[in-house]
């Protein structure tokens, strides 16, 4: 089983990106989808989770209206769209599959991908 986050990179503030997640050997379909970041010095912060079924979203307070997050089952792969990008979203970002009781907990997911650089600055 492999997830792979992809799509960062460098953006000035009030910028956009889009983050794919990809899964290789795991249905992704059938799993929710979190996003998470780290950035330098800071714990793991959930920012977004997606449900399997029905699509339901979660965002982290920090990042509501601002992200967006979807899944295309028939591609395998689910999306992070970032707008308004601010300094402070500053991190690695990386997607985690799994069955969540509280979708902001990594430990909570089974699968991690490998992480993607998002580098908000002027």
């Known amino acids: 089983v492999q997830l792979q986050a992809s799509g960062g990179g460098s953006v000035q503030p009030g910028g956009s990106l889009r983050l794919s997640c990809a899964g290789s050997?795991?249905?992704?379909?059938?799993?929710?989808i979190g996003w998470f970041r780290q950035a330098p010095g800071k714990g793991r912060e959930g920012v977004s989770m997606i449900h399997t079924s029905d699509g339901v979203a979660m965002y982290a307070h920090s990042v509501k209206g601002r992200f967006t997050v979807s899944r295309d089952n028939a591609k395998n792969m689910v999306y992070l769209q970032m707008n308004s990008l601010k300094p402070e979203d500053t991190a690695v970002y990386y997607c985690?599959?799994?069955?969540?009781?509280?979708?902001?907990?990594?430990?909570?997911?089974?699968?991690r991908g490998q992480g993607t650089q998002v580098t908000v600055s002027s």
């Open positions: 050997g795991i249905t992704l379909a059938y799993y929710a």
């Open positions: 985690a599959a799994g069955h969540p009781t509280t979708w902001a907990i990594p430990e909570e997911y089974d699968y």
